[in-house]
């Protein structure tokens, strides 16, 4: 089902909030499924994210020139060391560190495999997970598919989604511009991994 | 050292060479040394119960053959004031600790204390249930005329971390969608757009996104029901304005240097842009539409 135009007023459609489709309102299968989604997303996809960022040594040459630029450069080592030790503590704790890259790209690409077949929908005419409107759970697969495709981090996992799932990329795209217009379309550099997100630092 | 002032006092032995301490036979010219001194035993002189005083020999403490002899009536014109024969052949004892004795037992306490700390933060486990204060009523999605509360004190509503921004983005396009009135951390979007725009509200520790943060808003009126009263909104806890004023003007100055779409740290409160939708600011849905938004929105 494709992504519908707006209503008019939405206050006549029963079980909505503004654009977001309430539980009440979806089919008990599909809300389910939404949910589990979301919740691979948040407690296996994210941390995927975060070996990414903090674990591999090029995706954390550029956190530390996102997060930390500003940290003058003699403190700039142990600040960053500190904090890495912390996050590779939970990222210990969790258990996603234990595992070996290839592990994690394979893990990576089984989630997006799950998230396409759950979501399903074709390149040019994605749908959202709560039907023809989104739901709580579109916010969170859209969240995971922004700062998955459009943060210059590299990852095995943009680079599966660009090669085998332009669904997903459209969905991604679609929200954005609906729901976030002022962000602009993405810039291809930065999904690339060659740009940073900032402009000026490129 | 052990000695005795009183010149009644039989025991009192000459230091040998080397040896610092208290002489009673000729002016002592060594650095007089911290020393305890007792009531010797067999001696008349004994300290009077809770006489005993500590004090301190000065270093530089001369004590005079003469003045050794309180009960002879000789002259003690060099003795300290702390060593006055009266005070302590009068009764009071003076009783000096050895410095080195003390920084010993200080030390040793110090090292007992760590060696404590060391051993219960390694072999004594916390329980692993902090009981955490429970999180505020929520109103759920869609409930009519209810504070739409996502994130306050400590319960984190934005995910298992919180640090990255996938949770705040998450929580961004739930309020966009929904068309909750919100306003965002600087009041603008951030860096590449949206990943790092946070729909917060109030004070937190830093722009890492783990924080206190609070998001309340307006809930559209349901299902064809007319628009309600405005809802009681929470204020949401002021910032925190305890930096040096020097320093907030250069965190503004560094602000205005900053390009619009690279990202800021900026720790002051959010500033709500009226009407300005997309910069931070999300239309109130209880607007007229062609007003500013309400003073329910206003008010958050």
Request: with cysteine; proline share 10%.
């Amino acid at each position: 089902m494709a992504v519908s135009a707006r209503p008019a007023d939405k206050r006549s459609l029963p079980g909505m909030l503004g654009d977001l489709r309430l539980p009440g309102s979806m089919d008990p299968g599909r809300l389910g499924a939404a949910r589990a989604l979301e919740a691979l997303l948040e407690h296996r996809s994210y941390y995927h994210t975060m070996m990414h960022r903090w674990g591999g040594d090029a995706g954390f040459e550029k956190l530390v020139r996102i997060f930390f630029g500003s940290i003058p450069a003699l403190l700039r080592p142990v600040i960053t060391t500190m904090v890495r030790k912390q996050v590779w503590a939970t990222l210990r704790a969790q258990g996603i560190a234990a595992h070996a890259d290839e592990d994690i790209a394979s893990r990576e690409r089984e989630d997006w495999d799950t998230v396409a077949a759950v979501l399903g929908g074709t390149p040019g005419a994605p749908r959202y997970l709560g039907g023809d409107h989104p739901c709580a759970e579109d916010c969170t697969l859209f969240a995971a598919l922004d700062s998955c495709l459009n943060t210059p981090f590299p990852s095995e996992g943009k680079r599966y989604l660009l090669e085998r799932h332009p669904a997903l990329v459209d969905y991604c795209d679609a929200f954005r511009s609906r729901f976030f217009p002022e962000a602009g379309p993405p810039v291809d550099a930065v999904r690339r991994g060659n740009a940073f997100m900032f402009r000026n630092s490129v | 050292m052990i000695g005795c002032l009183c010149a009644n006092c039989p025991g009192v032995r000459e230091p040998s060479r080397g040896e610092s301490g208290a002489t009673f036979k000729g002016t002592l010219q060594a650095p007089l040394t911290p020393t305890v001194l007792r009531p010797h035993s067999g001696h008349s002189c004994s300290p009077a119960p809770g006489a005993v005083r500590l004090g301190w020999i000065g270093k530089h403490a001369r004590i005079s053959g003469q003045a050794r002899l309180p009960h002879d009536g000789k002259r003690r014109a060099s003795l300290p004031s702390s060593l006055s024969p009266e005070r302590h052949c009068g009764r009071p004892v003076l009783m000096e600790f050895d410095p080195w004795v003390v920084s010993t037992a200080l030390l040793g306490a110090a090292t007992a204390l760590m060696g404590w700390k060391l051993v219960t933060a390694t072999f004594v486990m916390d329980k692993p249930a902090r009981a955490p204060a429970p999180a505020p009523r929520r109103a759920a999605l869609g409930e009519e005329n209810q504070v739409f509360v996502l994130h306050q004190s400590e319960a984190n509503i934005e995910g298992p971390s919180g640090s990255l921004s996938m949770f705040c983005l998450k929580v961004e396009a739930l309020l966009r969608v929904a068309e909750i009135e919100y306003t965002s951390k600087d009041g603008k979007p951030r860096a590449h757009g949206v990943a790092c725009s946070r729909a917060v509200a109030g004070r937190g520790r830093g722009s890492s996104g783990r924080g206190r943060w609070v998001v309340a808003g307006c809930r559209p009126a349901f299902a064809g029901a007319p628009p309600t009263a405005p809802v009681a909104v929470r204020r949401s806890p002021q910032p925190r304005r305890s930096r040096h004023p020097r320093a907030r003007s250069r965190s503004r100055r560094t602000a205005a240097r900053r390009s619009p779409t690279r990202m800021t740290s900026s720790r002051t409160s959010s500033a709500r842009i009226p009407g300005r939708a997309g910069a931070g600011t999300w239309p109130c849905p209880l607007a007229p539409p062609t007003s500013a938004p309400s003073p329910a929105c206003l008010a958050t």
